[in-house]
C-alpha cells in the first residue's frame, strides 16, 4: 500500500503549529489517495510530540530518537528520514516550509534521488499524479509542478493549509533509533534563543510589519509593537529596516527573510517593494498604510490607508482596544 509521510516539526517535545498543517493534508491525501499515513517526528521530545499527532488524525507515529540526533544536525537528521522513507516505501513525503524545511529538503531529495517542490500552497491529483502548486518569480506567479520521481516531497507554507485539529484519536507511537549520519557530519555548536517570548512570525495569524517610512527605530517601537500587542501579533519588518539595524533579522519578511501567510498582515509604512510582497502576498487579507497613494503594496492589498502612520496606527491601536474593552 502506498505511504504518506508527514514529517511533523517539534521542539522539546510539543508539536510546532506547522506540524498539524502538515498531518492534516497528510490525512486529507490519504484519503482521496487510498495511502496509509505515517507521522514521523525527530529529535529529544520526539516521542512525546508524536503522541499528539492523534489530535489531527494520525494514528500511526514513528519518533526518531537518540544520541545521533539529540542536538540538530542537518545530515543527520536527513539520513535518518531517509532511512525512514525508504523501510516504510514512502511514495509521498511532506513537511513545513519553515528554516527546518529549508536545511532538510534538499538532502532529503538527494537521498531519496527525487525532486522536491519548495513552499507549496496547493496539492491536487491531476490524471492520478500529485500537482503541487507553489510559487514563483517573487511570488508574481503560481507554477503547477507534477513529480517525476517517487517518492514526491513537498514542503508546505505555513497557514495555507487548514489543521484539522480536535479529532481526538490515539496515536500508537514506535520509537527507532536514528540511522547511523555520514561520517563527515556537522553538529550544532550554539543555539541562541530569540524573541523573548514573541509569537514565532511563520506561525502567527496575525502580523504587523513596518518599514522605512517609520523613520527611526523608536518610533517604530512606540507604533507597530502597541498595535501588535493589541492585536495579540507578531511584529514584522521590511529588509530595509532590519539592514538599517533597527530591528533583528528575526522579524524580515520577504524574499531573503520569511515567508509569511497569515489571516491578518498590517504592512505600515512599507512601499511594496517585489522582494516583500514576495514574503507576504499571500496573507488572507492584507491591510497597507501609506501616505503615498501610489506605492505599489496597495496594488496588493485588500484594504489601504493614505496617510502618514504617526497619526494613523496610534488611533488604530485604541480603537482595537475600545472594541476589544467592549466585549
Same mark, same amino acid.
Given at each position: 500500500?502506498?505511504?504518506?509521510?508527514?514529517?511533523? $516539526?517539534?521542539?522539546?517535545?510539543?508539536?510546532?503549529?506547522?506540524?498539524?498543517? &502538515?498531518?492534516? $493534508?497528510?490525512?486529507?491525501?490519504?484519503?482521496?489517495?487510498?495511502?496509509?499515513?505515517?507521522?514521523?517526528?525527530?529529535?529529544?521530545?520526539?516521542?512525546?510530540?508524536?503522541?499528539?499527532?492523534?489530535?489531527?488524525?494520525?494514528?500511526?507515529?514513528?519518533?526518531?530518537? /537518540?544520541?545521533?540526533?539529540?542536538?540538530?544536525?542537518?545530515?543527520?537528521?536527513?539520513?535518518?528520514?531517509?532511512? &525512514?522513507?525508504?523501510?516504510?516505501?514512502?511514495?509521498?513525503?511532506?513537511?513545513?516550509?519553515?528554516?527546518?524545511?529549508?536545511?532538510?529538503?534538499?538532502?532529503?531529495?538527494?537521498?531519496?534521488?527525487?525532486?522536491?517542490?519548495?513552499?507549496?500552497?496547493?496539492?491536487?491529483?491531476? /490524471?492520478?499524479?500529485?500537482?503541487?502548486?507553489?510559487? &514563483?518569480?517573487? /511570488?508574481?506567479?503560481?507554477?503547477?509542478?507534477?513529480?517525476?520521481?517517487?517518492?514526491?516531497?513537498?514542503?508546505?507554507?505555513?497557514?495555507?493549509?487548514?489543521?484539522?485539529?480536535?479529532?481526538?484519536?490515539?496515536?500508537?507511537?514506535?520509537?527507532?533509533?536514528?540511522?547511523?549520519?555520514?561520517?563527515?557530519?556537522?553538529?550544532?555548536?550554539?543555539?541562541?534563543?530569540?524573541?523573548?517570548?514573541?509569537?514565532?512570525?511563520?506561525?502567527?495569524?496575525?502580523?504587523?510589519?513596518?518599514?522605512?517610512?517609520?523613520?527611526?527605530?523608536?518610533?517604530?517601537?512606540?507604533?507597530?509593537?502597541?498595535?501588535?500587542?493589541?492585536?495579540?501579533?507578531?511584529?514584522?519588518?521590511?529588509?530595509?529596516?532590519?539592514?538599517?539595524?533597527?530591528?533583528?533579522?528575526?522579524?524580515?519578511?520577504?524574499?531573503?527573510?520569511?515567508?509569511?501567510?497569515?489571516?491578518?498582515?498590517?504592512?505600515?509604512?512599507?512601499?511594496?517593494?517585489?522582494?516583500?510582497?514576495?514574503?507576504?502576498?499571500?496573507?488572507?487579507?492584507?491591510?497597507?498604510?501609506?501616505?503615498?497613494?501610489?506605492?505599489?503594496?496597495?496594488?496588493?492589498?485588500?484594504? /489601504?490607508?493614505?496617510?502618514? &502612520?504617526? $497619526?494613523?496606527?496610534?488611533?488604530?491601536? $485604541?480603537?482595537?482596544?475600545?472594541?476589544?474593552?467592549?466585549?
Amino acid at each position: 500500500m502506498a505511504c504518506i509521510l508527514a514529517i511533523a $516539526e517539534q521542539a522539546d517535545g510539543k508539536l510546532k503549529k506547522v506540524a498539524g498543517e &502538515v498531518a492534516s $493534508e497528510a490525512v486529507r491525501q490519504g484519503a482521496a489517495s487510498g495511502a496509509s499515513v505515517l507521522g514521523v517526528t525527530i529529535g529529544a521530545g520526539a516521542a512525546a510530540a508524536a503522541a499528539q499527532l492523534g489530535d489531527f488524525g494520525v494514528a500511526q507515529a514513528v519518533a526518531i530518537e /537518540g544520541q545521533g540526533v539529540a542536538t540538530y544536525s542537518g545530515e543527520a537528521f536527513a539520513a535518518a528520514l531517509a532511512a &525512514v522513507a525508504k523501510e516504510k516505501g514512502a511514495t509521498l513525503v511532506l513537511m513545513g516550509a519553515t528554516s527546518f524545511a529549508r536545511d532538510l529538503l534538499g538532502r532529503l531529495g538527494a537521498l531519496l534521488e527525487s525532486c522536491p517542490a519548495a513552499d507549496c500552497v496547493a496539492l491536487a491529483a491531476d /490524471g492520478g499524479k500529485l500537482v503541487a502548486r507553489r510559487p &514563483v518569480y517573487a /511570488g508574481k506567479a503560481l507554477q503547477n509542478v507534477a513529480f517525476g520521481a517517487s517518492p514526491a516531497i513537498a514542503s508546505l507554507r505555513p497557514n495555507v493549509f487548514a489543521a484539522a485539529k480536535g479529532k481526538g484519536a490515539t496515536t500508537s507511537v514506535a520509537t527507532v533509533a536514528p540511522a547511523a549520519p555520514p561520517k563527515s557530519c556537522g553538529k550544532l555548536v550554539e543555539r541562541v534563543a530569540t524573541g523573548g517570548g514573541r509569537l514565532e512570525l511563520t506561525e502567527a495569524e496575525r502580523i504587523v510589519s513596518g518599514g522605512r517610512g517609520l523613520k527611526n527605530p523608536e518610533t517604530f517601537t512606540k507604533l507597530i509593537e502597541p498595535l501588535a500587542a493589541a492585536l495579540h501579533a507578531a511584529v514584522g519588518a521590511s529588509r530595509a529596516v532590519v539592514d538599517a539595524g533597527w530591528r533583528p533579522h528575526g522579524e524580515q519578511v520577504g524574499q531573503t527573510g520569511k515567508t509569511v501567510a497569515p489571516k491578518l498582515y498590517f504592512a505600515c509604512g512599507i512601499s511594496g517593494a517585489i522582494q516583500h510582497l514576495a514574503g507576504m502576498r499571500t496573507s488572507k487579507t492584507i491591510v497597507a498604510i501609506n501616505k503615498d497613494s501610489e506605492a505599489p503594496i496597495f496594488k496588493v492589498a485588500d484594504y /489601504g490607508i493614505v496617510g502618514d &502612520v504617526e $497619526e494613523v496606527l496610534p488611533a488604530l491601536t $485604541e480603537a482595537v482596544k475600545a472594541l476589544k474593552a467592549g466585549h
